[in-house]
């Protein structure tokens, strides 16, 4: 297993600002992905960020708004930019260490609050 | 496109009752199977997985879940549920058919009564 540390566990922050979310794995991990977790509702993948490439995002979701780091094999962030209200959610970060997704670890996530 | 059905946004059982949380999914090509569950305000933890081998999985907490391929099913179950079960499961899966991505369900809130 992995023990994965996000950071910051929670934050309001003010429309039009961003906010960079950091996560840490404790091993050496070739996929990491981010999820988004809106209130009420299921997680929702954002982009898959492996080392030394650019992130692929999903459908819905753009570079600009969500641009993603992951200088290494332990190490990762994504940054929620320009921000409004309607970006208030769970983000999380999750690994996995086969090109096959046979298992999943999170973090315990990043509840943020635009106000 | 692939999906994953959760059948009962919300289940209620008394103390020491069957816990039955149903998922189903589409794909023409067996998945990887998982249940997680999320306590309030944490995050998510794995519950268990199948992966192609016994069709019957046995995980923390007492629970398991039966992969029935003629069915495209993945139910959860718990034979005695406890007060401390009450969190929301999410169903999820992943594999060739979803691109190698992890599908989420909508998820299932899970309420004990005492």
């Known amino acids: 297993s992995a023990v994965i540390s996000q950071k910051p566990s929670r934050d309001i922050c003010q429309r039009g600002t961003s906010l960079t979310i950091q996560c840490q794995v404790d091993?050496?991990?070739?996929?990491m992905f981010w999820y988004r977790q809106q209130p009420g509702q299921s997680l929702t993948l954002i982009a898959t960020?492996?080392?030394?490439?650019?992130?692929?995002?999903e459908s819905g979701f753009v570079i600009d708004k969500f641009p993603i780091s992951r200088p290494n094999l332990t190490f990762s962030t994504l940054t929620v930019s320009n921000m409004s209200p309607e970006d208030s959610s769970i983000y999380l970060c999750?690994?996995?260490?086969?090109?096959?997704?046979?298992?999943?670890?999170f973090g315990q996530g990043t509840r943020l609050t635009v106000v | 496109a692939q999906s994953v059905t959760q059948l009962g946004s919300h289940v209620s059982v008394s103390e020491g009752a069957l816990v039955l949380l149903r998922c189903n999914y589409s794909s023409s090509v067996p998945p990887y199977l998982f249940w997680y569950v999320q306590y309030p305000n944490q995050g998510l933890q794995l519950l268990l997985k199948y992966t192609s081998a016994a069709t019957l999985v046995k995980g923390i907490n007492g629970f398991e879940a039966e992969f029935k391929k003629s069915e495209t099913s993945f139910h959860l179950t718990k034979p005695s549920a406890h007060m401390s079960d009450a969190a929301e499961y999410f169903c999820a899966v992943s594999g060739r058919g979803y691109g190698n991505k992890l599908v989420f369900g909508a998820g299932t809130i899970l309420r004990v009564k005492s």
């Open positions: 960020a492996n080392q030394g490439s650019e992130a692929t995002y």
């Open positions: 999750s690994v996995n260490d086969r090109e096959v997704n046979t298992e999943a670890f």
């Open positions: 091993s050496q991990v070739t996929m």
